[in-house]
C-alpha cells in the first residue's frame, strides 16, 4: 500500500539533492474529486498546499505519481508558480536525474487516461460528449462549462463540437 507522506518526503529528499528551492511546510492530502487534473497547488496567505488526486494516486504508477508531486513541489519555488522558464529549468533538473518525468501539462496523456478509466462516475449527473473525438466527461452539477457549452472548446481535440446530456438516475 502507498503511503502519501513517505513519498512526498522522498520527493523533497531529490529536490534537495537537486538544489531546488521549493518552500518547506507545504501541506499535502489527497482530493477524489479531482475528475481532469492530477494535482494542484495553491497559495493562501502565503501558504501553499498540495492536493493529489485520490484515484490517480491509488493506482497511478509510482514515477507518475512522484512526478506529479514533484511538478507540484515545483510551483512552490520562487519563480516557479507559472508553468514558465524557471519551472521548466527545474523539471528539466529532475527528468534528467531518470527517476522523474516532469510535464507541464499531463491533460490528455495516459496518465489521466488511466485515471479516468478507474473513476466511479455514480454520483455523475451530466455527461459531456465532442461529436468530433468522442470524448466523455460527466459532471455531477450544473455549472459555467455545461451553461456555456458552446462557448467551450473539446479539452482533446480542440474543437468546438460539446454537447451534453443528462443522466438518468
Known amino acids: 500500500m502507498k ?4 513519498m512526498y518526503e522522498e520527493v ?9 528551492p521549493f518552500k518547506e511546510g507545504v501541506s499535502i492530502s489527497l482530493n477524489n474529486r479531482f475528475i481532469r487534473k492530477l494535482g494542484v497547488t495553491t497559495r493562501s496567505q502565503g501558504k501553499y498546499k498540495i ?12 514515477i507518475d505519481v512522484r512526478s506529479t508531486i514533484a511538478h507540484e513541489l ?15 529549468y527545474y523539471a528539466s533538473i529532475l527528468n534528467k536525474t531518470g527517476k522523474y518525468k516532469v510535464v507541464v501539462r499531463a491533460k490528455g496523456s495516459e496518465m489521466c487516461e488511466e ?3 478507474k473513476l466511479d462516475y455514480r454520483g455523475s449527473l451530466y455527461t459531456v460528449t465532442c461529436s468530433s473525438c468522442d ?8 455549472c459555467n462549462t455545461l451553461k456555456y457549452i458552446k462557448m467551450y472548446n473539446c479539452p482533446y481535440c480542440k474543437t468546438q463540437t460539446l454537447s451534453y446530456v443528462k443522466i438518468d438516475s
Open 135 to 142: 470524448g466523455r466527461w460527466n459532471y455531477g452539477r450544473i
Open 74 to 88: 515545483i510551483h512552490t519555488t520562487e519563480k516557479g508558480f507559472n508553468h514558465g522558464t524557471w519551472f521548466k
Open 3 to 6: 503511503d502519501l507522506q513517505s
Open 115 to 117: 485515471v479516468n478509466n
Open 51 to 62: 492536493q493529489i488526486q485520490g484515484t490517480y494516486f491509488e493506482y497511478g504508477k509510482d
Open 12 to 20: 523533497k529528499v531529490d529536490l534537495r539533492r537537486n538544489e531546488i
